[in-house]
């Protein structure tokens, strides 16, 4: 019987992993330089569109990016890397081909033609992914910034031929900058891909496939710009400005980070367009942070200084992608309206704590120990973890709010003591579907805050809660339909103590483990605090639910009347996350 049982949890776990597997969409990028990801050694700020591309669509895609520096569809083929992706292609796979700027060159090594062998090896792209079950879609090249006052063919070979003429830290570049001066600018571009740009665009019409024109996309986008300002898309860099590049760079084909994000974002428009299935899996973001170098920036604080101040009206939206971001982060009063979005395994640590000496050989104390500092207004956070990483060492918070509507979902706050401090005074926080676990007062502060749904975890013997709610303050904090869970050996802990002596806390049909003690309250060593706290419960259910048995100063309420959500944080503009989520107030700041 035992060897059944064991059968069958093996195939459970397979048949789950298989289908976890297939729940993801595999993109497959081949293509040249303009497209690759890059090596990020000396700070070089290059990146290719496809490297820029995890940033615009959900988690449900994986982007697995062959394309290289310097490489033709010749090459591609001839050096193994397309018989490389075409082993990983399963079924229902997409293979995004772009080739052309080095199918240009004359070099025996990379030189296809159009209409003949560059149609060839476009056709054998697409007919091999087909024959794995994949979905190949066809793109030409983006435009050269190439201004001219006049079509010269001499200073189109010359634009061809400087691709290769550049310094950055890719071991595929051979030579240093040219030395030639540009020619004068025009303002209109010329074009240097010529038929190569058709290639693409007659195959897919033959063999009935996806295209994207992405030349004209980016040359209106260019040229849109203009002579000046089209450089902030290309690798202009000024003289030791970058370490990876001390001489600088003039380079009017190879993009960077802005010029990445910018075109990845036209891009996967275009490609929602041409692959209708796809569309549901874009997602635009104002900003993002991404520890691979496929974000705006690498770190979380950079990304919240670039955020406008007072930008009213609207949200800003920033995605922070899967990684450890270990910052102290500090979100101020004027970065208004803000969403921070976590990609999976995204997570906001420090190790601060209460004891631990500043610059000037002070404590920290409890409120300088937080990893994380929110003070804005209608802050909204989703899918993040905030971590105070430093153990247990005392009073080490994770987050400190004190902005008004802050609303968390689906958040993590770990620590030990005093990890998630509700800080402002009567501000109102909304938590739903939260994870928040701790020892002692891992819930603590003056706000009003409710917890939807929430899982409430101890990882020691204490206190759950220690509320310092003000006298005449209408609502502390309030748990709705929360789980409450602890470590293995915990068996010694109260809902709340009162951190001062109006504290407020109401636990409403919650799950209550064993750990939870029959008295349930504690009065924090102080009888008067008996008299002005408020600690409630209402239909809580499980093995450490225990009406009779509770602190004879507590309430076991008959109605919720009063204590509904909506009422609880609604205040007096009408704020209702429950209802309308993370959506702005129309109300004048």
């Known amino acids: 019987m035992k060897h059944k049982y064991l059968l069958l949890f093996v195939c459970f776990f397979l048949f789950s992993a298989f289908k976890s597997d297939q729940s993801f969409i595999t993109i497959f990028m081949i293509g040249d330089s303009t497209m690759a990801d890059k090596n990020m050694t000396g700070e070089n700020p ?10 615009y669509l959900t988690e449900d895609v994986r982007v697995d990016n062959h394309a290289q520096n310097g490489r033709s569809s010749k090459s591609f083929i001839d050096e193994g890397r397309w018989d490389k992706v075409l082993s990983l292609i399963k079924k229902g796979d997409y293979v995004f081909i772009q080739f052309g700027h080095n199918d240009e060159k004359p070099k025996a090594d990379r030189h296809t033609d159009p209409g003949t062998t560059f149609d060839a090896n476009l056709r054998k792209f697409v007919n091999e992914t087909r024959a794995k079950g994949g979905i190949p879609v066809l793109f030409n090249s983006i435009v050269r910034r190439n201004f001219g006052l006049a079509v010269d063919t001499q200073q189109v070979k010359d634009a061809v031929n400087q691709d290769d003429f550049r310094q950055d830290a890719n071991p595929d570049a051979k030579r240093e900058p040219s030395a030639e001066v540009q020619p004068k600018e025009g303002e209109k571009l010329i074009d240097t891909h010529g038929a190569y740009l058709d290639s693409p665009r007659n195959v897919a019409n033959e063999l009935n496939v996806p295209f994207v024109d992405m030349n004209k996309i980016t040359h209106d986008l260019v040229e849109g710009l203009g002579p000046d300002k089209s450089k902030e898309l290309f690798m202009w860099v000024a003289p030791n400005t970058v370490p990876a590049m001390p001489k600088g760079r003039e380079d009017n084909t190879h993009l960077n980070v802005y010029g990445g994000r910018v075109i990845a974002g036209l891009t996967v428009d275009a490609i929602a367009k041409a692959v209708p299935e796809l569309a549901k899996q874009v997602r635009h973001y104002d900003l993002v942070v991404a520890k691979d170098g496929s974000g705006d920036f690498f ?42 979005i976590g990609q999976e395994g995204a997570v906001l640590s420090y190790d601060d704590y209460a004891n631990k000496l500043n610059c000037f050989g002070e404590t920290k104390g409890t409120s300088g120990s937080s990893s994380c500092y929110i003070y804005a207004p209608d802050f909204y956070a989703e899918n993040l973890t905030f971590e105070n990483s430093s153990g247990p060492v005392g009073q080490a918070v994770a987050c400190f709010v004190s902005g008004e509507r802050a609303y968390f979902k689906k958040c993590r706050f770990l620590g030990f003591q005093d990890t998630l401090y509700t800080y402002g005074k ?71 103590r009162p951190w001062r002596p109006y504290a407020q806390a109401i636990f409403i049909r919650c799950d209550l483990g064993r750990h939870i003690l029959p008295m349930g309250w504690n009065n924090w060593g102080n009888k008067e605090n008996e008299k002005t706290a408020f600690y409630a419960e209402f239909q809580n259910k499980g093995e450490g639910a225990h009406p009779k048995a509770r602190a004879s100063f507590s309430h076991q309420l008959k109605t919720l009347k009063g204590y509904e959500m909506e009422t609880v944080l609604a205040g007096t503009d009408g704020w209702n996350p429950v209802k309308n989520g993370n959506e702005l107030l129309s109300i004048k700041r």
């Open 299 to 340: 770190t979380v604080q950079e990304a919240i200084d670039a955020v406008p101040d007072f930008r009213k009206g609207t949200r800003t939206t920033i995605l922070i992608r899967k990684g450890i971001y270990k910052e102290k982060i500090i979100i101020p009063e004027s970065k208004i309206n803000l969403s921070l």
């Open 426 to 496: 009567g501000f109102r926080q909304y938590y739903e579907d939260c994870y928040i676990e701790g020892t002692v007062d891992f819930i603590f502060g003056w706000s009003t805050a409710v917890f939807n749904r929430c899982h409430i975890h101890n990882k020691g013997n204490g206190y759950v809660t220690a509320p310092s709610t003000d006298k005449g303050q209408k609502y502390g904090y309030l748990f709705y339909d929360c789980k409450l869970t602890a470590d293995a050996g915990v068996d010694h802990v109260y809902l709340s």
């Open 46 to 55: 290059e990146r290719g569109w496809g490297q820029m591309l995890p940033g």
